[in-house]
């Protein structure tokens, strides 16, 4: 490697003044700039001004003597190397200053001065490779520096919207928090699309994506100084905003962002969201406090209805609370045989004979007087998991129960069993169903399942396979509630369904509501032409079962005849007077042959209370 040696600055210090000459001279003749140095203080002092290339320092020397130079300047700059030259029988002492960091030594007497331009060729060479060396080091960690720095920034941002992610949110939070110019005033809205799980299963989740990029690009323009968002999850938003107290505008320009359609396929499709906002610091002190009750915030939303939003209260929190224990409660009441069933009893309209029973599941929890409602519990078991254990006992109790009445004399009645939507899009339903007709020896076209519209409308097909496997065993069907959901029949046309029931809040404000009898009648005439029986739920009054039973109301099923009753007070109910209740109890009939019973307990010994 050639160096121009013009460029190149030498340091000799030597107190010996004709060696320092003689080496000076030798240098100069090399062109190279030469500072020199009498002791190894003025030597220091001269390296610290000037920062010489190459060091030559003499060791032996009063004072500050070589080792110590050699040990500050390789300490200060060890890429500038430094040349001892040792005096006669001092070799152990240039060993010394060679572990002390000197590059290479020299012995003294110089005999050939051309040793001083080998080793500083050699030196230089060394320096200059220990510099490239030094600058790629340094430039490698820059690199990866600045890579480290590029993939944090990545590993906050959401690939698909690049939008922060819940990491990035957190440190925007402290930033808000911990600045001088922070009001005290924060809030954050948790926004949840609520469509975005049916965008991707009806048109595929190319689109769902491009859905979410769509409106993460409408949401940009909310970001301000003060003003921050994030996807916290795949169908989760954050806006973040600090130092503004009018949370109403904030709300109503995030609200804004769902006015205009998104086109999906060609398609426009208005996405729905639901809203939760919690306050800072009263809702939450942190960060992730702060969206955990945004989200229990957003729930309450969701109940509201669609694209609604809701802001956090203690209320919820214990709302939430409630929601926990009763969740603990049912599984602990199920390992505790807490549950039982009810049964009302449903009457044929004109003759007022039991025509049928419908099963209706309570639940005792121990240490507890009350009955829950299965309203309380049904929605709960559903989201826990439990609901089609549960409906399955339901269905095999009440079959028992009911070829137990059928031994004791009671007329081929039918028994109605709700069934949940989740238990029946479970997959195994006919299975379930099969065991128990085979376990109970229940007769199956005695047996009706009760299903909700919203039930035999999801996916259609599979609900049809379902209906008419079910229908061969013999198994009938009713769609309950009728009216609150889709009410129309024309989906019923390919399903088995053999009744339906008129939802209880129609039948309520029978006679004199206009709405409610133009819906009782429209049921009435639709279901006459296509044979299908209809019951009314819920009638209370004689002028009800009047009304009802003038227009063709096949059924009529309420407190009127009979509350939902335990199975010892049905038995007693459909053999006695005294849970008849109303003044037509004499003339209803309950279809069972009382010998028959009385009979059959004799023969099983079993004495009914
Ligand atoms: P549903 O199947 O429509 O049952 C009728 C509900 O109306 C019952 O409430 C019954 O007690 C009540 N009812 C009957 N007649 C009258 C009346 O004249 N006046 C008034 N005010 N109410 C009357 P219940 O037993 O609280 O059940 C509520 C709902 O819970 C049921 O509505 C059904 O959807 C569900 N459910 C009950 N048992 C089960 C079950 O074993 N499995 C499933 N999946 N759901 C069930
Ligand atoms: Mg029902
Ligand atoms: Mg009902």
Not at 148 to 159: A, C, F, N, V, W
Not at 412 to 437: C, M, W, Y
Not at 471 to 499: H, T
Not at 565 to 589: M, P, V
């Amino acid at each position: 490697m050639v160096i121009a040696r013009q460029n190149i600055s030498v340091l000799l210090v030597d107190d010996d003044t004709d060696m320092r000459r003689s080496i000076v001279s030798y240098l100069e003749d090399m062109n190279f700039t030469v500072y020199q140095a009498s002791g190894g203080r003025q030597g220091i002092e001269i390296f610290e001004t000037h920062h010489p290339d190459l060091v030559f320092t003499d060791l032996m020397m009063p004072g500050v003597d070589g080792l110590e130079v050699v040990r500050e300047i390789t300490q200060k700059s060890p890429e500038t190397p430094v040349v001892v030259i040792s005096g006669n029988g001092s070799v152990n002492y240039a060993i010394e200053a060679v572990r002390l960091g000197a590059w290479d030594y020299i012995t003294k007497p110089i005999l050939d001065f051309s040793i001083i331009d080998r080793i500083t060729g050699q030196v230089l060479d060394r320096a200059h490779a220990l510099k490239a060396e030094r600058a790629y080091q340094e430039s490698l960690k820059n690199a990866v520096l600045s890579q480290d720095r590029q993939l944090t920034k990545i590993s906050s941002l959401d690939p698909l919207t690049k939008l922060p992610l819940k990491k990035r949110i957190r440190e925007k939070f402290s930033q808000y928090i911990l600045n001088n110019a922070f009001t005290g005033d924060l809030f954050v809205m948790l926004l949840e699309l609520d469509n975005f799980k049916s965008v991707n299963e009806k048109f595929g989740h190319e689109c769902g994506d491009q859905m979410v990029i769509d409106l993460a690009e409408r949401m940009r323009a909310l970001v301000k100084p003060d003003c921050t968002i994030g996807r916290i999850g795949s169908d989760q938003f954050v806006v973040m905003v600090a130092n503004s107290g009018d949370v109403l505008k904030h709300v109503s320009t995030v609200r804004g962002l769902f006015d205009e359609p998104f086109v999906v396929m060609g398609q426009e499709v208005y996405a729905r969201f639901t809203m939760g906002i919690a306050f800072f610091p009263q809702d939450g002190e942190g960060i992730d406090s702060l969206l955990h009750c945004a989200d229990i915030a957003r729930t309450s939303a969701r109940n509201m209805g669609i694209n609604q939003h809701c802001f956090y209260s203690h209320e919820l929190w214990e709302q939430v609370q409630g929601r926990i224990a009763l969740e603990s409660g049912l599984r602990k009441g199920l390992e505790r045989n807490e549950f039982m069933i009810y049964y009302q009893p449903k009457m044929d309209a004109h003759c007022r004979r039991m025509v049928g029973m419908e099963a209706l599941i309570r639940w005792k929890p121990s240490g507890d007087d009350r009955l829950v409602s299965p309203a309380a519990f049904i929605p709960v078991l559903e989201t826990i998991g439990l609901i089609s254990e549960v409906g399955a006992w339901v269905l095999k109790t009440a079959c028992k129960q009911f070829v137990d009445w059928r031994k004791r004399g009671m007329a081929p009645v039918r028994l109605s069993v709700n069934i949940s939507a989740i238990q029946f899009h479970s997959g195994n339903l006919t299975e379930v169903v099969k065991d128990v007709l085979d376990s109970t020896g229940m007769e199956p076209e005695m047996l009706c399942l009760e299903l909700t519209e919203s039930i035999v409308v999801k996916d259609i097909d599979e609900t049809i396979t379902t209906l008419n496997a079910l229908a061969e065993l013999g198994i009938k069907f009713s769609i309950d509630d009728f009216g609150i959901g889709y009410s129309s029949l024309s989906y019923l046309k390919d399903m088995p369904i053999n009744e339906l029931k008129i939802d209880r809040s129609f039948v309520m404000n029978l006679p004199g509501d206009a709405a409610s009898v133009a819906i009782v009648e429209s049921v009435l005439g639709m279901s006459q032409g296509m044979k299908i029986t209809v019951v009314a739920e819920g009638v209370e009054t004689e002028e009800q079962a009047d009304f009802l039973t003038s227009r063709g109301c096949n059924e009529l099923q309420g407190y009127l005849f009979s509350k939902p009753l335990s199975a010892e007070d049905f038995f007693r109910w459909c053999h006695g007077k005294e849970y008849c209740g109303g003044h037509r109890k004499q003339n209803i009939t309950c279809n069972w042959d009382v010998g028959k019973a009385i009979k059959h307990d004799r023969e099983s010994q079993s004495i009914i209370a």
